[in-house]
């Protein structure tokens, strides 16, 4: 009879201990369950936060980029506006000169900003005679974001503010310059004053296009 009470509550022991067993185990496991609704709530949250913050970004860039083609086109504008009426302003400038300006071109040199400007003078039809004179120039651009005007002795290798020509059919000039470090050039004017009394000077304007050497 005692052996059979003791299997009895040796019985009884071990179905108590595998309810409380049980009993934990559904209980982890319904914290787990609540954990892992409560982590992917989170994730869902950082996505849709993401989102937020990606479609904040693309409409805070589409602004940005709006204001940049605007102030672009602003500036195109004003540097064309400006083209117009520095071009019309020289337009009948020199045509009655002996001298004329066959070619320009401005080389990029190897050095940081230097540049070669290779001129050809030339005569105008009909005239044969030996023509001398003075030949200058200025760069206009932005400095600082300023406008800014240069004359050829602050941009001229060799410190000279004129040169000379003495051609009869036609005269090469090559003159090198270094462009300060926060100018900008945008047109460069030549004007070449003859030495003959009552001769015409001429005055021309070009757009500032280098090309490589």
Do not use: C, H
């Not at 070619?103 to 540049?115: F, K, M, S, W």
């Amino acid at each position: 009879m005692a052996l059979l009470l003791v299997v009895l509550s040796a019985g009884a022991g071990y179905a108590v201990g595998r309810y409380r067993a049980d009993a934990q185990t559904a209980a982890l496991s319904a914290l787990q369950a609540r954990y892992e609704t409560a982590q992917a709530g989170l994730v869902q949250s950082q996505a849709r936060e993401a989102l937020n913050l990606s479609e904040r970004s693309a409409l805070s860039a589409e602004r940005a980029e709006s204001a940049r083609l605007l102030a672009q086109a602003q500036a195109q504008l004003a540097r064309e506006s400006q083209d117009a009426a520095f071009f019309r302003a020289i337009a009948t400038a020199g045509g009655d000169s002996p001298v004329t300006i066959q070619r320009l071109r401005i080389r990029t040199l190897t050095l940081p900003r230097r540049y070669r400007l290779a001129l050809v003078l030339a005569r105008p039809v009909g005239r044969e005679d030996v023509v001398t004179g003075t030949g200058s120039l200025q760069l206009e651009g932005a400095s600082g974001g300023r406008p800014a005007k240069l004359a050829l002795a602050q941009v001229s290798v060799d410190k000279s503010a004129k040169w000379g020509f003495n051609y009869r059919n036609m005269q090469a000039i090559e003159i090198d310059i270094e462009l300060p470090q926060s100018f900008v050039p945008e047109r460069l004017s030549i004007e070449l004053s003859p030495a003959r009394a009552g001769a015409a000077g001429l005055r021309q304007a070009f757009l500032w296009q280098p090309s490589p050497l």
